[in-house]
């Protein structure tokens, strides 16, 4: 999947920004400062990094080739 929208968007913005931005609208948010969803999809990445870094420790922990769904689960409940 390609990382910048595909729905006629002139800005070449990536997908995740729109979908921050569709996230304002089904909440009813159409006034906030523009840099918001920079920070936000920041966030998202921070956390997400770090849940999936937890759970590779988790994988390996458990001598696993992969990380499977119960690691993910378990790594979160470690942010809980």
Known sequence: M???TSNGSSHGEPASI????KIFRN???NEYE???TLQIADLVHLLTKQVITEAKSVSEYSSKKHI???DIEFALRAFG
Not at 18 to 21: G, M, T
């Open 2 to 4: 390609s990382e910048f």
């Open 18 to 21: 729109e979908r921050i931005r």
């Open 27 to 29: 909440l009813g948010i």
């Open 34 to 36: 523009p840099q918001l």
């Open 68 to 70: 499977d769904r119960s």
